[in-house]
C-alpha cells in the first residue's frame, strides 16, 4: 500500500465518526421539530380555482357552437374570449395559492396540478382565438349584386325534389335568401336551426325563407331531416345561381366547392332591398337583426305604393 492510499484510508476512518455524529443530530433536530400544518383552506382554495379553470374552459369551447350568449355569430366573439381570459385567471390563482402551502410535497402537487392546468387552458384558449379570427374567414370574394339590384332568376330543387323559382313572388311579400356553405359546416347547421326555430315568427313579419347551397339534392335532404326543418334547402349544385353572385368557394384539397354565406331580403318584384356579407362565415345575422330588416323592407314598400 502506497503512502497517499495509507493517509486517505486513515483520514476516512477519522471522519466516520464524526459524519455519524453529525447526521444523528440532524435527525435528533428533524424528530424535535412540528410537521408543517395542513392548510386546509389554502388547499381548497387552489382546488378550488383549478377546478374552475377547467371548468369554464370546458364550458365556454363546448357551449360556443350552440349557443348566442357565447357570440357564436358575432365578428368577435367577446363573451367567449371573457370566459377563457376569466378561466385563465381561475388558473393562474390556483398556482399561486398552491405557491403558499407550507408542506412541500404537497405543494409540488398541487402547484403542478394547477400549473398544467393554466398551461392547458392559456394554450387552448390561444388556438381558440386564433381559430375564431382566422381560421374561420371566407375567402377573398366580390359580392356581384348590391341592393336595388334583381336578384337572378332560379328555378331550383328543394330537398324533395321540387323545383322553387324565384326571387319574385306570388303573395306579396317579401323572401330571405339564405347563402350557406353547406351540410359540413356547425356554423351554418346552426344558423338553419335557428331560422327554423323563428320561421312563424319570420312568416308574421311577410318574410318567406328559402335556402341555397352547392349540396346536392341528397345531401340537402339529410340535412332537413337532422334539422327537422321544413325550409326549402335549394341546391345549386351547377352554380347557376352562386356562381354568378361571385359565393363560390374552390377548395384546393379537391373538396366539392362550396357556398360562401350570404342573406338576402328580396321584395316581391325580386329586387334586393338588405343584404348581408361578412369577411367570416361564422358571423351571421340574429332573427331579431332579420326581423327589422323584414319591417324596414315592408315600410319601404308601403311607402313606394303611396308615391305612385
Known sequence: MSEATRESAELNTALVPEVAEAAGELAEDFAREPPPPFQPLRVGLTLVFTAAAFGLYRFVLSSFWSSPAMGIHERVPFPAYAGLAVALLFGLTGVRAALGVWSPHLKLGLFVLAFLTAVATGVGGGRFVSYTLRGTRNPDFTLKLGEG????????????????????????????????????????????????????????????????????????????????????????????????????????????????????????????????????????????????????????????????
Open 149 to 308: 339590384d334583381r336578384f337572378p332568376d332560379y328555378a331550383l330543387a328543394d330537398q324533395n325534389g321540387v323545383i322553387y323559382r324565384g326571387p319574385s313572388t306570388a303573395n306579396g311579400g317579401a323572401t330571405l335568401i339564405v347563402v350557406y356553405r353547406g351540410d359540413f359546416c356547425q356554423f351554418a347547421r346552426y344558423e338553419l336551426g335557428q331560422l327554423t326555430a323563428n320561421r312563424d315568427d319570420l312568416r308574421n313579419a311577410g318574410l318567406e325563407v328559402v335556402a341555397i347551397s352547392a349540396d346536392p339534392v341528397e345531401r340537402s335532404r339529410k340535412l332537413a331531416g337532422f334539422l327537422r326543418s321544413r325550409i326549402p334547402l335549394l341546391s345549386d349544385e351547377k352554380q347557376a345561381v352562386l356562381g354568378p353572385l361571385g359565393l363560390v368557394q374552390h377548395h384546393r384539397n379537391g373538396q366539392p366547392d362550396s357556398a360562401i354565406p350570404a342573406f338576402f331580403v328580396v321584395d316581391d318584384a325580386g329586387v334586393v332591398r338588405w343584404v348581408f356579407t361578412s369577411p367570416y362565415y361564422r358571423e351571421m345575422p340574429s332573427a331579431a337583426t332579420l326581423l327589422e330588416a323584414a319591417a324596414t323592407v315592408k315600410t319601404n314598400a308601403r311607402a313606394s305604393r303611396r308615391a305612385r
